[in-house]
Nanobody, 117 residues
Framework: VQLVESGGGLVQPGGSLRVSCAVSGFTFSRLYMTWYRQTPGKERELVAGISSGGGSTNYADSVKGRFTISRDNAKNTVYLQMNSLKPEDTAVYYC???????????WGQGTQVTVSS
């Protein structure tokens, strides 16, 4: 399973950004998808997750109401729309794919998101 994130960059506080994760090498509709983030010296933190069909999502308290996770199973892609960004959202954002009913999971290489004026 290969995951490739894209869409990171520099954005001002209060701005918006959408990151994407394109998946190949496995049936996308059998994957539970999650976005994590990590800053230097800290553990990787769960940001948002979405079920295989897209009908169920969950979010970290710190991003509820500001971030939206979605997926397009026809395009094998999961998205994270980030609005009202804050400097504390600055991190490397990673995409994770977990095979349903399996302990196997896979990671992308990460994409840097920097929120700064």
């Amino acid at each position: 399973v290969q995951l490739v994130e894209s869409g990171g960059g520099l954005v001002q506080p209060g701005g918006s950004l959408r990151v994407s994760c394109a998946v190949s090498g496995f049936t996308f509709s059998r994957l539970y998808m999650t976005w994590y983030r990590q800053t230097p010296g800290k553990e990787r933190e769960l940001v948002a997750g979405i079920s295989s069909g897209g009908g169920s999502t969950n979010y970290a308290d710190s991003v509820k109401g500001r971030f939206t996770i979605s997926r397009d199973n026809a395009k094998n892609t999961v998205y994270l729309q980030m609005n009202s960004l804050k400097p504390e959202d600055t991190a490397v954002y990673y995409c994770n794919a977990q095979i349903i009913n399996s302990r196997s999971d896979y990671w992308g290489q990460g994409t840097q998101v920097t929120v700064s004026s």
